[in-house]
């Protein structure tokens, strides 16, 4: 068995986290999803929308132990694009097919975006494209919904505008994910604060867009959804663990001094707004 980072993995809700994933030595799966490369291109649409860090949700999390098959390769890398109906409509034209969800793994899970009313937000593709974009509303509140339809685990790498949702640094397929159990689905409503609450998904101005409003943020990638996939199996000698605010550190004053602060944060910090 190779080695593999021990790090900390958050799960949403009843959903397990997972704790610390080490790498097995499986081959890497064939049915990772070929690259988009020879497909169409979808006609280019400028996003006239970003996600804002919104109100405080309650949203709990517990941890588990689990082993990525094949650690440096996801069984699928997605991306969606959103901006207003009108202008994808207006770049798409007639070509333009609508859908409700997005199919990821072949099929094994399924993407939808949810409003904050739990209606679907419509997906828009050219025919024969495999660029997908999100129909949002300016102020609106939005979920990722991942529904598993397979018997596989599944880590779910998500980012938001280029940021990673649990820790709100730049999206790497390296970083933290959720966990979906097999027929299960998973709700990702926020850039998650610390692992009670999450700070809700809004569509808002690009101006006002937690990207860039963060140090860690790129303007160049606002308007983008990002998902990675890794086939988990679960290290059923760890029991569940309660939760806990961060991984090997007693809970502390925000107002004390810490002499390795990059350590110590693991979740997302909050915007800072130049006006």
Known sequence: M????????????????????????????????????AAPRTPRVE????????????????????SRLTPERPRDVSQLRY??????????GNSAERQTNALLADGDVELQLLDGSGSVLRI?????????????RHGERYELVYTNRSNR??????????????????????????????GERLVIDGFRKNDREVAAFRFAGKGRAYANNTPAGDARNVGVIGTALF???????????????????????SRDP??????GRQYAPPPQYRR
């Open 2 to 37: 190779s080695s593999w980072p021990r790090r900390g993995w958050r799960l949403l809700g009843g959903l397990l986290l997972v704790a610390g994933l080490a790498a097995c030595g499986a081959p890497p799966s064939s049915q990772v999803a070929e690259s988009a490369a």
């Open 47 to 66: 996003s006239t929308l970003g996600t804002q860090w919104g109100e405080g949700r309650e949203s709990a999390t517990k941890v588990v132990h689990a």
């Open 83 to 92: 901006s207003d109906e009108h202008s994808i409509l207006r770049a798409l």
């Open 124 to 136: 828009f593709s050219a025919r024969g494209a495999r660029d997908f974009h999100v129909a949002g």
């Open 153 to 182: 685990f599944y880590e779910v790498v998500a980012t938001v505008d280029g940021l990673d949702v649990l820790s709100g640094q730049p999206g790497s397929v390296h970083s933290s994910g959720y966990l979906l159990r097999p």
């Open 231 to 253: 086939d988990v199996r679960l290290d059923e000698r760890d029991p569940d663990l309660p939760r806990r605010s961060t991984q090997g550190m007693e809970p502390r004053d």
């Open 258 to 263: 810490v002499a390795f602060p990059a350590d």
